[in-house]
């Protein structure tokens, strides 16, 4: 907001005059403070008015010039304060002046509301000021309407901008929302082939871990079953005896010719033993 600034350049001529019919060195060292606010040299003007308010501490003539050099030179809270002190003046249009100063040094602090108040009041004292067609009064009244105005809009704007910005962000959540729905649902429904790569790999590895331990387990139950026949499995009977078949009277008659011959064979073998045995014994001297 650029406010209009010619108010400000008669606010310190305007203590001078006030200050006409004072003694010195009060007079002297506010002089000495207007030439330096004038180079701006806003420190060693601040100096000069505080040496003229050891004369005249109850000035709320310096205590305005002093808050116009604070906000020049950008301290506004000393300006605010000091505006304070100077909007106890009986002077109808100094205390119009600090007012109208007062908005502006809240106004760029960002106390806007505050800053509305104090424009109102400046209409209101210029409105009630008798000569109303002083240029200067008539200039302070224009100058807190348009400041008014114009804050009040800036404030309205900057309302509309918040809503806009907390729309904007509830819709871009809401986006956030549905796009991750979305993309649950597009996982879930398309084949493992279309799946991401991380996925089809996270899947095999799954897959090859629960095919080894199947191999695993099968490998276990199989030495089992070496070692041990599985419960419940029957032993194999030893074969059983054939039965025993009636002879007939050939195969009788086959076993003693057998027999006979057997015997026949075992005496003549004795025979022969005991002729060798006597043959051998008569060969003994």
Same mark, same amino acid.
């Not at 010195?24 to 003007?45: F, Q, R, T, V």
């Not at 109102?120 to 100058?143: N, R, V």
């Given at each position: 907001?650029?406010?209009?600034?010619?108010?400000?350049?008669?606010?310190? @001529?305007?203590?001078?005059?006030?200050?006409?019919?004072?003694?010195? *060195?009060?007079?002297?060292?506010?002089?000495?403070?207007?030439?330096?606010?004038?180079?701006?040299?806003?420190?060693?003007?601040?100096?000069? #008015?505080?040496?003229?308010?050891?004369?005249?501490?109850?000035?709320?003539?310096?205590? #305005?010039?002093?808050?116009?050099?604070? #906000?020049?030179?950008?301290?506004? *809270?000393?300006?605010? +304060? %000091?505006? +304070?002190?100077?909007?106890?003046?009986?002077? &109808?249009? /100094? =205390?119009?002046?600090?007012?109208?100063?007062?908005?502006?040094?809240?106004? =760029? !602090?960002?106390?806007?509301?505050?800053?509305?108040?104090?424009?109102?009041?400046?209409?209101? /004292?210029?409105?009630?000021?008798?000569?109303?067609?002083?240029?200067?009064?008539?200039?302070?009244?224009?100058?807190?309407?348009?400041?008014?105005?114009?804050? !009040?809009?800036?404030?309205? $704007?900057?309302?509309?901008?918040?809503?806009?910005?907390?729309?904007?962000?509830?819709?871009?959540?809401?986006?956030?929302?549905?796009?991750?729905?979305?993309?649950?649902?597009?996982?879930?429904?398309?084949? @493992? $082939?279309?799946?991401?790569?991380?996925?089809?790999?996270?899947?095999?590895?799954?897959?090859?871990? =629960?095919?080894?331990?199947?191999?695993?387990?099968?490998?276990?139950? &199989?030495?089992?079953?070496?070692?041990?026949? @599985?419960?419940?499995?029957?032993?194999? &009977?030893?074969?059983?005896?054939?039965?025993?078949?009636?002879?007939? +009277?050939?195969? %009788?008659?086959?076993?003693?010719?057998?027999?006979?011959?057997?015997?026949?064979?075992?005496?003549? /073998?004795?025979? =022969? $033993?005991?002729? &060798?045995? !006597?043959?051998?014994?008569?060969?003994?001297?």
């Amino acid at each position: 907001m650029k406010f209009r600034t010619k108010l400000r350049i008669f606010i310190i @001529p305007l203590a001078c005059t006030l200050l006409i019919g004072w003694i010195d *060195p009060a007079s002297d060292k506010n002089e000495e403070g207007i030439l330096l606010y004038n180079e701006k040299s806003y420190d060693e003007a601040i100096s000069k #008015f505080a040496d003229a308010q050891v004369h005249l501490p109850k000035s709320d003539a310096l205590e #305005f010039n002093i808050a116009n050099t604070h #906000f020049q030179g950008g301290k506004l *809270p000393e300006a605010e +304060k %000091a505006y +304070k002190n100077a909007l106890r003046s009986k002077n &109808s249009t /100094l =205390k119009a002046k600090a007012n109208y100063n007062m908005g502006n040094t809240l106004y =760029k !602090q960002g106390k806007l509301n505050e800053a509305l108040d104090y424009y109102k009041k400046t209409i209101e /004292l210029t409105g009630k000021i008798a000569d109303k067609e002083d240029d200067e009064i008539k200039g302070i009244k224009e100058d807190a309407k348009y400041n008014y105005e114009f804050v !009040q809009k800036k404030m309205e $704007e900057m309302k509309q901008e918040q809503q806009e910005r907390q729309d904007q962000e509830e819709q871009e959540k809401e986006d956030k929302e549905e796009e991750d729905k979305q993309e649950e649902q597009k996982q879930g429904d398309q084949p @493992p $082939e279309e799946q991401k790569p991380e996925d089809q790999e996270q899947k095999q590895d799954q897959q090859q871990q =629960k095919e080894d331990k199947e191999k695993e387990d099968k490998g276990n139950q &199989s030495g089992q079953q070496k070692e041990q026949p @599985p419960e419940g499995e029957k032993k194999e &009977s030893p074969p059983r005896p054939q039965e025993k078949k009636e002879m007939t +009277k050939e195969e %009788a008659e086959r076993i003693l010719d057998a027999l006979k011959q057997s015997e026949e064979s075992a005496r003549e /073998l004795q025979e =022969k $033993e005991n002729e &060798s045995a !006597q043959y051998e014994t008569e060969k003994n001297w």
